[in-house]
C-alpha cells in the first residue's frame, strides 16, 4: 500500500480546506483515524458548523495552528495510489493513463450538439418535455439513454460534456452504449453526470402575528436549488474500491470541461482495480469450489471405507456363524453316534421302520441342515407361518340385525 509524507502545517491547511469525512475518504480512511492523527499531532480541526456558516458566506474564526515550527512528518495514505498488484495489468493501466497526459490526445468540448453522438441526440430530444422536481433539477424521463440530473439552464453543457466523453472513449477504442456505460480492459463501467445543490434562506412573505413566536433563525425557510455546478461520477463499489477517485466536479480553478482527461484516466483506473477485483473473487471461488469438490470426494472415500468395513464385517461374522454351525453339526453327529451305539447295546439291533430308526433320520437331517458344507434337505421350519383368519363374528352379528 503506498504512502505518501506530510507535513504538519501541510496537514493543518488540508484539514482546513475541506470536510473531514470528504479529505478522509480522498486518502482512504475513515474521519475517526484522521481525527486521531490530528490529535495526536496537535492540529486543530474546524468546530461544528464551521462548513455551513462558509456556505452562506460568512467567514467563521480559523483557530491557529499551536507550535507551527513543528515540521513533524506525517504518513498518510497515498490517494493516487489504488492498489492495483498486478505487475501486467498495472503496467497496461499506467501506459493508457499516460496517454491522457498528452497534449495530442486532450478532450475538447464541441460549442453545439450538431453532430453530437445519437445517445446524446436521444437523451437531449427525451429532456426538452422534463419537468422539474422540487429542487428545480430535471425528471429523467423514462428509458433514456444518459444518467443526468441537472437543471434545465445545465442542461446543454451537462450534454456537450457527455458527448465529448463518449467520442473520445470511442476513439479510444472503447465500447460505449446507454447509460452510459463505456467497457474498459474488458470491463464495463457505468458513468453519471449531476448538478450539486446549494442551500438558500427565504424569509416568508408574510408573519402570522396570530400564530406562535418564531425565534429569529427559524424564520427563514431553508431551500435546496441547483448550484450550476457539475460532477462526474463513476458508479462503483466503494468498498473495494478504496484509493481510487470517482468524482470529478466543477472547481474554482478548473471547470468540469478542463478535467475530462483525467476522468477518463480515472475511468482506467477503477477499471483495471475492479478487473483485479474480479479475478480475485473468481479465484476466490474456484477455490471454493476446490475444496467443496475435495470435500465431496473425501465424503464419498469415506462412505465407501464405511460400506468395505461394513461388508468385512458382514463376511467374517458369516463365517463365524458357518465354523460355529459346522462345529454344531459335528457335535450333534457325534451325539447321533453315542446315541446309537447305547441302543444298539441295549436292543441289539435297530428295527427298520421303528421310532428310533425315525429319530436316526431325523437327527442326521437336522445336523446337515446346519452343516454349511452339505445341501440342506428340507424341513417345516422353513415353511411360513400361515396367518390367522380375520374373525366374522361382527360382520353376523351386524347381518342379523
Not at 441289539?348 to 428310533?356: L, P
Request: with cysteine; hydrophobic share 30%; proline share 6%.
Amino acid at each position: 500500500m503506498g504512502t505518501i509524507t506530510i507535513t504538519r502545517k501541510e496537514l493543518y491547511g488540508l484539514v482546513w480546506s475541506e470536510p473531514m469525512i470528504r479529505l478522509a475518504s480522498r486518502y482512504g480512511i475513515s474521519d475517526v483515524a484522521l481525527a486521531k492523527t490530528c490529535r495526536k499531532h496537535d492540529i486543530p480541526r474546524p468546530p461544528r458548523r464551521y462548513w455551513a456558516k462558509k456556505q452562506f458566506g460568512k467567514s467563521p474564526r480559523k483557530t491557529p495552528l499551536p507550535n507551527p515550527s513543528d515540521g513533524s512528518s506525517i504518513l498518510l495514505r497515498d490517494p493516487e495510489e489504488c492498489r492495483v498488484s498486478s505487475p501486467l495489468l498495472r503496467r497496461e493501466m499506467e501506459c493508457k493513463m499516460a496517454e491522457e497526459k498528452k497534449l495530442e490526445t486532450k478532450i475538447e468540448v464541441a460549442e453545439t450538439l450538431r453532430g453530437a453522438h445519437p445517445l446524446v441526440r436521444q437523451a437531449n430530444e427525451q429532456f426538452q418535455g422534463a419537468e422539474k422536481d422540487d429542487s428545480g433539477l430535471l425528471i429523467p424521463p423514462e428509458e433514456t439513454p444518459l444518467n443526468i440530473r441537472v437543471s434545465k439552464a445545465s442542461l446543454r453543457r451537462s450534454l456537450l460534456i457527455v458527448d465529448a466523453l463518449l467520442k473520445a472513449l470511442k476513439q479510444r477504442g472503447y465500447e460505449v452504449g446507454p447509460g452510459p456505460t463505456v467497457e474498459i480492459l474488458n470491463v464495463q463501467l457505468e458513468f453519471s453526470i449531476a448538478e450539486q445543490l446549494k442551500k438558500t434562506q427565504e424569509q416568508p412573505e408574510e408573519h402570522d402575528l396570530e400564530g406562535h413566536y418564531e425565534f429569529g433563525h427559524s424564520r427563514f425557510n431553508i431551500k435546496r436549488i441547483p448550484s450550476g455546478c457539475l460532477e462526474l461520477h463513476i458508479h462503483v463499489n466503494a468498498y473495494w474500491i478504496t484509493g481510487c477517485q470517482t468524482t470529478w466536479r466543477d472547481t474554482k480553478r478548473q471547470r468540469l470541461e478542463n478535467r475530462l482527461n483525467k476522468f477518463v484516466a480515472g475511468l482506467v483506473k477503477v477499471a483495471a482495480r475492479k478487473k483485479e477485483y474480479d479475478e480475485e473473487q473468481e479465484a476466490q471461488a474456484r477455490e471454493r469450489r476446490e475444496v467443496e469438490r475435495r470435500d465431496r470426494e473425501e465424503r464419498k472415500r469415506r462412505a465407501e471405507k464405511r460400506q468395505q468395513i461394513e461388508a468385512e464385517h458382514q463376511r467374517v461374522n458369516s463365517l463365524l456363524q458357518q465354523a460355529a454351525d459346522w462345529q454344531q453339526s459335528q457335535d450333534i453327529r457325534c451325539y447321533i453316534e453315542a446315541n446309537k451305539q447305547r441302543y444298539l447295546a441295549s436292543h441289539g439291533q435297530i428295527e427298520e421302520g421303528g421310532e428310533f430308526a425315525k429319530w436316526l433320520v431325523w437327527a442326521n437331517e437336522q445336523a446337515d441342515r446346519l452343516d454349511p458344507l452339505k445341501d440342506s434337505p428340507p424341513s417345516i421350519l422353513d415353511e411360513p407361518v400361515p396367518e390367522e383368519p380375520k374373525s366374522t363374528y361382527r360382520w353376523q352379528s351386524e347381518s342379523c340385525r
